[in-house]
């Protein structure tokens, strides 16, 4: 059985301040809802302060980015020691990352080993844009990736599938939709690690999910959860989302 994850990227959002207030009315809100894993993945700025304020509850921390040098002259990045002193998650190889900071797979690569040395779960983003999408290359796109990102790591990851047209737009994929690429990931993932390997790896939906999508996507037979941006910044949108991972 895999246990579900639902993980809030914040991308860049929230204040300190904005930080502690959702976090402090989100916490009483899931306090039952035992049956996923509950990451939140605040900018660099709040990693400390929600790190304070998620003590003694069992909701996880995770970085949105780190760098893969250990450390030195590389101005405004974080080392991968640095994220694992408030984070256990780091998202890598965000879409947005790949668009705007020159991300590649290789450079991926380079992050997922360095959290898996670091101790940190990666969740690593893969998905195709709305050309690829067109052009019917979902699947060559997302199998380069997994190859790519992955070659020489260990299965201590999450894999997040997000097609970059439905990331902020509404345009949610379909549950059926998702679910047919997850399981070419997972597919994959047997290839790299072995079929009963890549059963036990967590796969998640991301892309205009909200509560009232997330039931439909959660009981597709692979996929284990959701990253979630836009419902992750209001304690009560993420909540639904979380409890509709509760059966
Ligand atoms: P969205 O973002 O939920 O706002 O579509 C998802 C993501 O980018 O992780």
Known sequence: ???????????????????????????????EMNKAEIVLCPPSSALLPVAALLEGTAIKLGAQ?????????????????????????????????RAYFGETDETVNKKVKAAQS?????????????????????????????????????TNLVIAYEPIWAIGTGLAATADGANSTIKIIRSVLAELFGKEEAEKIRIL??????????????????IDGALVGGASLKADAFTEIVLAAQN
């Open 1 to 31: 059985m895999r246990i579900p994850i639902i993980a809030g990227n914040w991308k860049m959002n929230k204040t300190v301040s904005e930080a502690r207030e959702l976090v402090s009315e989100f916490i009483p809100l899931v306090k």
């Open 205 to 222: 939906y991301g892309g205009s999910v909200k509560g009232s999508n997330a039931v439909e996507y959660f009981s597709q037979s692979d």
């Open 65 to 97: 980015n780190m760098h893969w040098e250990s450390g030195g002259a590389y101005t405004g990045e974080l080392a991968p020691a640095m994220v694992s002193e408030f984070a256990n998650f780091v998202i890598l190889g965000h879409s947005e990352r």
């Open 118 to 154: 670091e101790g940190i779960m990666p969740i690593i983003c893969v998905g195709e844009s709305l050309e690829e999408n067109k052009a019917d290359k979902t699947s060559e796109v997302v199998t380069r990736q997994i190859k790519e990102g992955l070659k020489d790591v260990n």
